[in-house]
């Protein structure tokens, strides 16, 4: 039986996070994508706590003129921010079982150019 698009995501997104983990000196910036808006954050799975959060739904990112890809770049800065003001520089990318393409890449490469290392 063929598997919906969710659940191949979901098996994918499993076999990732068996290897990646947040810790406190390195935690985990997690992606989630839906289809008008992106999600991040970057979390302690040691202690289980969100260390910072950005999404494209936010009222200081402005993404009203901006295209879905280069809306997930400002995410990724404006996050990046967030975690250099928390004291992370380093991280652990994980993708939620997504490709690393478009609007996941976007995020990462605006992550990347504010500071952040991974």
Known sequence: MALTKHKRRIRIKNRIRKIVSGTEARPRLSVFRSNN????????????KTISAASSRDKDINTAKVNKTEAAALVGKALAVKALKAGVETISFDRGGYLYHG??????EGAREAGLKF
């Open 37 to 48: 808006e992106i999600y991040a954050q970057i979390v302690d799975d040691v202690s289980g």
């Open 103 to 108: 609007r996941v890449k976007s995020l990462a």
